[in-house]
C-alpha cells in the first residue's frame, strides 16, 4: 500500500484514475491488476513512468482491461492509434494468437522504441506493423485500396484528441461488422461535467470541446453501439451494428 508520507495517493504513476477515493483505485490495482500483470508490462509500465511524459500512457488497470476484451472477442487483425512506449500495443500483443496483427501508428519513433525492447523481449514483436507519422493519411490511402473495408476486429485510438472525429469518420468504415472501436480519455479528467470557467489545466482546456464534441456524435451514430466506462480517464467502446 502507500507508504504513510503519500497520504493515502496511489502508486501510479501520472495515473488517470476517475474514482473518487484513491484507496480504493490502489485496492483495485493491488488486488487486481498487479498479481495478474504480466511481467513484461510490469517492466514496460515501469520504464514509462520514469518518462518525463508518462501522464500519456494507459494505466494498469485500462491495459488489463484492454488484454481481457480482445480475448473475448477473438480478436486478430487490430489497429492502434497513438502508441506512446507501447504499454496498451504490449497489452494487445500478448492477448492476440501467434498469427495476430497490429497496425500501430504513431508520430514519435523513439517513445515506441524506448519500450520496443521490452515487446521484443516479450516474442510479440513479430505481431506489430509499426508506421511513425500521421495517421489520417494512412487511413485514407486504406480506405482508398478498398481491400481493407471491415477488416479489423478491434481499433484502439489514444492519440489527438483534436482530430478523434476525423479518425471515426475512417474507421468506422474499416472495422467490421460486430468489431470494437475503443476512443481512449473520453472523460478528460473528467473535465466534461465542469462548468466552463472551472479552473483547468492549459492542455485540459483545450481539448476538451473536442471531446465533448466526439461523445455527442458517438451517442447519435446509429451505425455502432457504445458503452463508456468509468476505466482509466474515461473509455468509450463502439461496437459496429451496420
Not at 189 to 195: F, I, K, R
Request: with cysteine; glycine share 8%; aromatic share 8%.
Amino acid at each position: 500500500m502507500a507508504e504513510n508520507g503519500d497520504q493515502g495517493r496511489h502508486q501510479e504513476v501520472g495515473h488517470k484514475s476517475l474514482l473518487q477515493s484513491d484507496a480504493l483505485y490502489q485496492y483495485i490495482l493491488e488486488t487486481s491488476v498487479y498479481p495478474r500483470e504480466p511481467e513484461a508490462m510490469k517492466e514496460l509500465r515501469e520504464l514509462t513512468a520514469k518518462h518525463p511524459w508518462n501522464i500519456m500512457t494507459t494505466s494498469a488497470d485500462e491495459g488489463q482491461f484492454l488484454n481481457m476484451l480482445l480475448k473475448l472477442i477473438n480478436a486478430k487483425n487490430t489497429m492502434e492509434i497513438g502508441v506512446y512506449t507501447g504499454y496498451s500495443l504490449l497489452a494487445t500483443a500478448l492477448a492476440l494468437p501467434e498469427d495476430g496483427k497490429i497496425l500501430a501508428m504513431d508520430i514519435n519513433r523513439d517513445n515506441y522504441e524506448l519500450g520496443l525492447p521490452i515487446i521484443e523481449k516479450a516474442g510479440v514483436a513479430h505481431k506489430i506493423d509499426f508506421k511513425e507519422g500521421p495517421a489520417l493519411p494512412v487511413l485514407d490511402q486504406m480506405i482508398e485500396d478498398g481491400k481493407y473495408h471491415g477488416t479489423f476486429d478491434f481499433i484502439f485510438v489514444d492519440a489527438d484528441k483534436d482530430n478523434y472525429i476525423n479518425y471515426h469518420k475512417r474507421l468506422i468504415e474499416l472495422v467490421k461488422v460486430g468489431g470494437v472501436i475503443g476512443y481512449d480519455n473520453t472523460l478528460w479528467n473528467g473535465s466534461v461535467v465542469a462548468p466552463p470557467d472551472a479552473p483547468m489545466r492549459k492542455y485540459v482546456r483545450y481539448y476538451r470541446d473536442f471531446v465533448l464534441e466526439l461523445n455527442k456524435a458517438l451517442a447519435a451514430d446509429l451505425r455502432i453501439e457504445i458503452c463508456m466506462l468509468p476505466v482509466g480517464d474515461g473509455i468509450t467502446l463502439c461496437r459496429r451494428v451496420s
